[in-house]
């Protein structure tokens, strides 16, 4: 991260001093593993395992799916379905579904509480260096996805781990999921925790 440079300023940074990556196209996939289908790199670790598409307003079957971990809450295309456009709002994990609607943004798709069992602290743990009360809440502003937007919340840390509450409600609170917390000015970057629960 960069931070007060646009991506813009660091292309024409690199191109100056002749970088190869300068002019290299944005990468929206795994950017880190190189040219590869993503749907593949996850089938050779996780394997399939059919399930039911199910309409979240009916109930209604509607289709099956090769493994919930090949579709992303929001998703819209690679469902196969017709009738649509479909996306996808829920997961359910446990029973292997996944729960679709016509509707991009039903009310159940947002929330204002994120929990994590755990967090990663980028360099030492906060509480733990009496930084923040463990009483108290700590004012922050996080991502749960790659946008250029920061929400404002409250983080709160109990026997359980850690909760965070939105100042607004958010769409797509998506388990398994990272939430990464920064500073209330989002300046400093805290570290991140995997979401477990999302309401």
């Known amino acids: 991260p960069i ?3 646009m ?7 690199a191109d100056t001093v002749g970088l190869p990556s300068a002019k290299r196209k944005d990468s929206q996939g795994i950017c880190f593993l190189g040219k590869i289908d993503y749907n593949s790199f996850i089938e050779r670790y996780l394997g ?11 109930g209604k079957v509607i289709g099956r799916h090769q493994g919930y971990w090949f579709h992303t809450i929001g998703q819209r295309k690679g469902l ?4 649509g456009p479909w996306f996808v709002v829920k997961k359910d994990i446990k029973r292997n579904i996944i729960l679709v609607s016509r509707g991009y943004d039903p009310d159940t798709q947002y929330g204002k509480t994120i929990e994590m069992d755990t967090f990663n602290f980028i360099t030492e743990d906060a509480y ?8 108290g809440a700590t004012p922050v502003t996080f991502k749960i996805r790659h946008t250029p937007e920061f929400t404002r919340g409250l983080l709160y840390k109990d026997e359980n781990g850690y909760r965070l509450e939105s100042e607004e ?9 990272y939430c990464v917390i920064y500073d209330r ?12 629960k999302g309401r």
């Open 3 to 5: 931070g007060h440079l």
């Open 7 to 13: 991506k813009s300023e660091v292309r024409a940074i």
């Open 48 to 58: 399939r395992k059919e399930g039911r598409i199910i309409e979240l307003e009916t």
């Open 80 to 83: 196969g379905l017709s009738g």
């Open 128 to 135: 733990e260096a009496e930084l923040w009360s463990p009483e």
């Open 169 to 177: 409600r958010i769409q797509g609170i998506a388990p398994g999921q």
């Open 185 to 196: 000015d989002h300046h400093l970057c805290f570290g991140s925790g995997m979401i477990t």
